[in-house]
């Protein structure tokens, strides 16, 4: 594959290097401090695509800087990464964000569901823990995966009313969001990748990409408004908007009604053990696995193609995150198509489970990658 990508690499010696001492407030402020003391100057970023890479040699204050350029004048991206350095694994937020915006209620909320789900290694039984597995598959893997994401998100596929109802509720059972907000920003996120407005890029920080991003407002997709916008084909469905609209009420509703069943089955360890379980671990587990492709997959990994963002494909993240998510690059060189795992190692569950809809004819016009299977000079 020709281009670089990243630091370490085999690829030719960067068009300038040089050592120098300094500390960066921001990205940008990073990137104009370099190019400063290479005689350039802010609007020639304007016009120019580079990929910085960082590691700290000395935490904090010796970073060695490569600066590969490319001189595309047309193009108006700047991919910046930042590796090892402590200060941006940690705490960074945007620029556009303020500390003071933090959601502290979603911040709470959050922070007691994971306390909560500690619970449940004292109190899960054998049934709460294989209804948790089940629950984990079907919201997270049919709802988040090829719900929300493959279908909703990049019409990887047709399918009837019902089916897509099925599906976009599998996907509210996850807690994650509703269907139109979960879109709007998935949307955003491969129109601005790795970019300023990217609502969840690690070039911010490694948390921030993680789970930090979660709790703050994004200026395009605060409100229902916004998020509209970049959802409009979604506004024709009304039970997709009742979903929307109804999401806290329904996973209220269906927590309650695990509590009920536990309690029924085995009073109140029973309740606590499936509530604990199958509710609030379950969730905990589906976030993390979401969330960690947004963090490690835009960082560390291969590429098959040379898009112009940073992302990556990961074997050890398509092994934890089972579902076959961990082939971002694929994905981001063919968002449209419901394939992600494009070489014959690239094991995609999901894709498996869209065939076997496919022949039991719940859905139909599955997409597949257009671009021509040639990676790396072989044939996949
Ligand atoms: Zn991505
Ligand atoms: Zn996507």
């Not at 209220?252 to 360890?269: E, P």
């Not at 795992?341 to 990658?369: N, T």
């Amino acid at each position: 594959m020709k281009g670089y990508h990243g630091a370490g690499g085999e690829q030719s010696p960067p068009a300038y290097s040089k050592v120098i001492k300094t500390s960066f407030k921001n990205t940008i402020d990073g990137v104009a401090e370099i190019f400063s003391l290479h005689g350039n100057h802010y609007p020639k970023l304007d016009n120019i695509r580079f990929h910085l890479t960082q590691s700290s040699l000395q935490v904090g204050l010796l970073y060695y800087c490569e600066i590969p350029i490319e001189t595309k004048s047309s193009t108006k991206e700047i991919v910046v990464s930042y590796f090892f350095s402590t200060k941006h694994i940690l705490g960074c937020i945007p620029n556009h964000n303020r500390w003071s915006e933090i959601q502290i209620v979603r911040v709470i909320a959050v922070l007691t569901i994971h306390l909560l789900s500690l619970l449940a290694f004292f109190y899960n039984t054998s049934l709460s823990t294989f209804i948790s597995v089940l629950i984990l598959v079907l919201s997270g893997g049919f709802g988040i995966n090829i719900g929300y994401h493959r279908f909703l998100s990049h019409r990887s596929f047709k399918t009837s009313r019902l089916i897509q109802f099925i599906l976009t509720l599998l996907g509210v059972l996850a807690i994650q969001c509703g269907p139109i907000t979960w879109v709007g920003i998935h949307r955003l996120h491969h129109q601005e990748t790795d970019r300023k407005f990217d609502p969840h890029s690690p070039n911010v920080s490694l948390l921030w990409a993680h789970f930090l991003w979660t709790f703050f407002p994004h200026p395009f997709v605060t409100t229902y408004q916004e998020r509209e916008k970049y959802t409009k084909d979604l506004l024709q469905f009304p039970e997709i908007i009742w979903l929307e609209h109804n999401f806290l009420a329904i996973n209220l509703v269906f927590l309650a009604l695990l509590f009920l069943s536990g309690f029924l089955v085995n009073g109140w360890c029973g309740a606590l053990a499936w509530f604990c379980c199958i509710g609030c671990l379950r969730i905990c587990i589906t976030w993390h696995l979401t969330f960690i492709v947004n963090a490690v997959n835009h960082r560390w990994g291969y590429r098959n193609y040379e898009t112009p963002d940073n992302s990556r494909n990961n074997i050890l993240i398509s092994i934890l995150v089972f579902f076959g998510e961990g082939w971002h690059n694929n994905h981001h060189a063919e968002p449209k198509s419901a394939r992600h795992g494009h070489r014959w190692f690239e094991f995609d569950l999901a894709y498996l489970l869209i065939c076997l809809l496919q022949k039991l004819h719940l859905i139909w016009d599955v997409q597949l990658p257009r671009i021509p299977q040639t990676i790396n000079g072989t044939t996949s």
